[in-house]
Nanobody
Framework: QVQLVESGGGLVQPGGSLRLSCAASGTIFSINFMGWYRQAPGKERELVAGMPKGGNIMYANFVKGRFTVSGDNPLNTVYLQMNSLKPEDTAVYYC???????????????WGQGTQVTVSS
């Protein structure tokens, strides 16, 4: 059983900052990706930032220069530092991880429960 537990969402004024955290736990042999997606009302879920194991960090164009993703080594916790927040950043933010529980199995995509981020004055 694998769980992704998120924390750190909330209400913040425009221009403010928030830091999200996501920790993976359970039967884990290897993680080869951790990242953050978001979904606003009436919109599809979209990638915000991702950390492939041993690869280049990915950012969506709409967060470049404002958000920073980081993680522990070995990768089992991922963080999202969000600065200069805008009302259009309001969404449910989901942690995602590609995890396998043994060397003989494929990687599967797991999702956190989601944390609400609201940017409003």
């Amino acid at each position: 059983q694998v769980q992704l537990v998120e924390s750190g969402g909330g209400l913040v004024q425009p221009g403010g900052s928030l830091r999200l955290s996501c920790a993976a736990s359970g039967t884990i042999f290897s993680i080869n990706f951790m990242g953050w997606y978001r979904q606003a009302p009436g919109k599809e879920r979209e990638l915000v930032a991702g950390m492939p194991k041993g690869g280049n960090i990915m950012y969506a164009n709409f967060v470049k220069g404002r958000f920073t993703v980081s993680g522990d080594n070995p990768l089992n916790t991922v963080y999202l530092q969000m600065n200069s927040l805008k009302p259009e950043d309001t969404a449910v933010y989901y942690c995602a991880a590609d995890i396998t529980w043994s060397r003989y199995n494929n990687y599967y995509r797991y999702w956190g429960q989601g944390t609400q981020v609201t940017v409003s004055s």
